[in-house]
């Protein structure tokens, strides 16, 4: 016997308890008595350790050193710098006043360096995510409030539910969809700022183009050309590192070094330059830019977020607002975990990713910031990317940031006011580019033309009707693409002859559900053919079988027989019981073993007509 | 080399071009050039012969004997002695007046003639589209002549498109349940016939069933006491065959043939001697049972089918009927084409069934009849179970049948006066305990538990909310079934040495979708563990594979890679393209071959740590 079919044989007796649930065989170790599982799970939830892990500031913080301290501090403070020009600028995309952008920096920041187990995770608003609520602040400010609650809500049951595994269902096409037709879409709202073009933007990539050259003899030169300064200066910034070779002076390396740190604080530098042209020409009496304007700073109102709320001069209640944000609203919660997740797992390396903590976190985040005027928060790759490479050491660096931000929120509001919309304009357009994902296309292209109607399907519609309904297109054609495959599994077969009959084996493989109950019985019927004498149904390979299926099976080896002789070879038990049941005394035609020789000679022969 | 081992290396050469079209392999024979295929579609929509396949009439009508019309001739009066009740009753169940029922009896017979390709099929009403008109039945009659319509239009589409593959995700277990359901509500609202009960019966199993035991004091005996005669009656003559021995006398041979259409026509049976019995009555000058009354006979105003109707005061337009009938009318056309293709197969044997052509002809006769006042049809159990026990020869079964119930409707109204309403409902309870199917429960308990969840839901779904949400239902749970599946493939393993190298194998089967991305890397790195040093995947019975699961496991291998060699194991050459793709340099670590132990002997061992 060869190792190939040894492999199989014994594989298929060791895995023939698997079910559904995936993780059952690996929490029960070999030789462990299964109602030790219950005794786990009881010890998982009374175990003071099993508590710390959900509250994981109680784990580093007594480990906590001068070392880390230093370097958390470093990293909040440029990541500080970054997280306030963005902040200003994502609150303008969602349509609220800038410091709400600014809270949203400060309360997730503090409440995640309690609850955060990923140290390099920086949250914040994100441009989806003020993309995405943007819709419903065209209502009223208070749907940003209510949003960021119920998304913590959402989030929080799908980290204590365990729920991640939805999230399965979002495939990389539809991912990279989306965040291209984000892309797309904040990029084309920030137009209109970027050349100081008049008009509102709308809702869409399309809508806002359209707006934005339907109002393009509005533009403003002196915008215009700061705007594309920002821009040009941002990516020169972004490649402009200092060669450091082996055989630089140690002050170059220093230098070199010193300079890392300015480049990744460019943002906060086009905005300061920025500003500081913007004052100085506005002092001279000369105000050529549209400005970010009067920020009221200092501390937010504190309170439950707004369970009602007045628009125009109807009062709208809870039920209303719950009404505006329908169906669709989910892709809010489902975003905001789909960003942490995919931005924690970047940044994981080889250290596997505690997912319900991660949205556990994110949930209280969530729900605690809006207590304090924040918008919905999540993950954020820019930030956190800044962060990991200033080398942060403990969620602490977050609480940093947080502090930074709060110290300009109070302080530096005044400064505020001279930053050129432009420039924060630039800097969104600049941050987009880095989200889009059209190098996939190819790759797509060359591998999967499916995959890539896919991922088209998202884009199209993402930028065309509104991100939501792109992944829930994108979504629904992956569906329909596993369901296409669930009904027509290949069928390998084989021909050859034992002794002078002429045999055919088809192969069946993995699940055989209802979709196909149709599919299988045609093609056995089909290889059968009239030249065949015996068909052989190789299951080795079969973990599920349907009702239906074996059904129609029965019905058609019974109808086929006639011609043909049918041997059923390695079924499993639990299937042979099924076609006995279906059909009592179908059973006989089973057979096992390694070969199928010996079972074919041993056949009667087919009559001669 | 052994058999089996043999056997999947031809085969995954073989079958390594089948792509999602799933005929495309048999439409093509072996060494016919490709452009041939071309050549066999236009000759499939020029030749005389496709078109011919399209108007069975023509294939049939010329080889047509004396003895096929003799034959067709006594099944066509015995299956119209059945439809002349049956058509009574269901236009009841709708809430149409009497003679819709016989109506549609009479023109789908004639259109069937013309299009139908299986001699068996008796298409009229059912008691299930009859229950599924009734809620639109309930604003206008209208509605069910649009109804016949519309289910036509979009049946006839799905046969010129060939979308019957649909129906290929509607499970038997849904099936049995939506019919299941439909027996049960059908038969619920037949109580109150049954006992002379007054009020509504409402539109499902529950609230029919409280109606009932709301109204129950209104109770009338003599109603009652028939009605439940005539179940006992029906029940008796089901099973009354007199039986005949080899030693039986011609006499009582050929008598036994005659009490066999005796049987065959018992629910004619039942009503002839039912009316009879009221008649007397009348004549007597006492009415003890609810009668039919009377039926305005005669022929059907011909014309098209109502596009507008007037619903109260209001005027209903078009829109607006489309309005009312909403995504649930969608079931109507999709039961419409399961019942028929359902009673093909079951009465084709090992004939194959053209699906296409009975959903063209079922379009047609729906289009074409409504036009004469008929309600949705489609093809009958009961009906077609008489026709085949008759052996009919051809459709033209079908047209002698419509002539007998277009004398009746034409002639015998003043007869069908006397019908009691009573026994017209014991007839379709009788009817309704027949495709109940309660037997399915014990099999998928013992052998499916989630298909008996996905048939529990749907009969309660169907019973308690409506027919429509139970089908939707039950198909939504399959679907989700079949995604979980597809999310978590079972992978087999094993481990084993190879010299002192402690060696895993896992074996990845059929499709791996985006759905199972994570868990597919997630079992690797667990089973991959820390004792084993090689791990090998083996693709062999792998056919799709995920840009996203490619992804993954490139990450997963890449950071495993510090503690453990990886070898991947006979992986097609695009997954293979795929992977290099996505990491240029990765295909070094695919092997060939049939043997792995001489791959593993070949690595680079791990460095001691």
Chains 1, 2 share one sequence.
């Not at 119920?150 to 969809?177: E, N, R, Y």
């Not at 800044?386 to 947080?402: D, E, Q, R, Y």
Request: net charge positive; hydrophobic share 45%; charged share 15%.
């Amino acid at each position: 016997m060869c190792v190939r079919c040894r492999s199989q044989t014994r594989i298929v007796e060791e895995d023939s308890t698997l079910s559904l649930k995936p993780y059952a065989k690996f929490q029960n170790i070999p030789g462990e008595p299964s109602r030790g599982r219950l005794r786990k799970t009881a010890a998982k939830f009374c175990g003071l350790g099993s508590w710390k892990i959900r509250l994981p500031i109680t784990i580093w913080l007594p480990r906590y050193t001068l070392e880390s301290l230093f370097r958390d501090l470093i990293a909040g403070i440029t990541v500080g710098l970054t997280s306030i020009p963005q902040g200003i600028a994502y609150a303008m995309i969602a349509g609220l006043p800038p410091q709400i952008g600014l809270y949203s920096s400060i309360f997730p920041g503090i409440v995640y360096s309690l609850f955060g187990s990923c140290k390099d995770i920086t949250l914040g608003p994100t441009a989806i995510l003020s993309a995405l609520v943007a819709k419903y602040v065209a209502y009223s400010d208070d749907f940003a409030y209510l949003a960021s609650f119920l998304s913590g809500c959402i989030v929080l049951l799908f980290g204590i539910l365990q729920l991640g595994f939805i999230l399965d269902f979002i495939s990389k096409p539809v991912i990279a969809g989306f965040t291209t037709a984000a892309a797309l879409q904040i990029g084309a709202s920030q137009l209109r700022s970027l050349f100081g073009v008049s008009g509102s933007s709308g809702n869409t990539f399309v809508k806002a183009i359209i707006n934005f050259f339907r109002n393009i003899t509005t533009i403003q030169l002196n915008d215009s050309l700061l705007g594309v300064v920002t821009i040009i200066s941002l990516m020169l910034l972004k490649h402009a590192t200092i060669p450091v070779g082996p055989d630089s002076s140690s002050c170059r390396v220093r230098f070199a070094k010193l300079w890392v740190y300015v480049l990744r604080a460019r943002n906060a530098l086009v905005v300061f330059v920025g500003s500081i042209l913007a004052y100085i020409l506005y002092v001279q009496g000369w105000t050529p830019f549209a400005l970010t304007g009067k920020i009221n700073g200092g501390l937010p109102h504190f309170g439950p977020p707004p369970f009602s709320t007045v628009v125009g001069n109807r009062t709208l209640n809870f039920t209303d607002m719950l009404a505006v944000f329908g169906a669709e609203g989910l892709v809010m919660p489902l975003v905001t975990i789909l960003e942490s997740v995919a931005i924690a797992k970047a940044f994981a390396g080889s250290k596997p990713v505690d997912g319900t903590q991660e949205m556990i976190a994110l949930g209280a985040c969530n729900i605690l910031s809006c207590f304090g005027q924040s918008m919905p928060t999540t993950g954020s790759f820019t930030r956190t990317a800044i962060n990991h490479a200033c080398g942060v050491t403990t969620p602490a660096g977050s609480l940093f940031k947080a502090c930074l931000v709060l110290l300009a929120v109070t302080l530096l509001t005044d400064a505020f006011f001279f930053i050129p919309k432009t420039v924060l304009a630039g800097i969104i357009i600049v941050a987009m580019t880095s989200i889009t994902e059209f190098g996939l296309v190819t790759k797509l292209w060359r591998n999967s033309k499916l995959e890539l109607a896919v991922y088209s399907l998202t884009v199209l519609v993402g930028a065309g009707v509104g991100l939501e309904y792109g992944i829930l297109c994108g979504a629904g054609l992956d569906v329909a693409r596993t369901l296409a495959h669930a009904a027509r599994p290949d069928l390998h077969h084989q021909l050859f002859k034992v002794g002078n009959q002429d045999c055919i084996i088809l192969t069946l493989l993995g699940t055989l559900t209802y979709a196909c109950c149709e599919h299988v019985p045609r093609q056995l019927r089909r290889r059968a053919g009239e030249h065949v004498h015996v068909a052989v149904l190789d299951a080795r390979h079969v973990q599920r079988l349907d009702y239906g299926v074996a059904e129609n099976l029965i019905s058609t080896i019974l109808d086929l027989e006639q011609n043909h002789r049918f041997l059923l070879w390695n079924f499993k038990e639990s299937h042979k019981q099924l076609f006995e049941d279906i059909h009592p005394g179908f059973s006989g035609r089973f057979v096992n073993g390694p070969s199928i020789d010996q079972h074919i000679l041993g056949l009667e022969p087919i009559p001669m007509r």
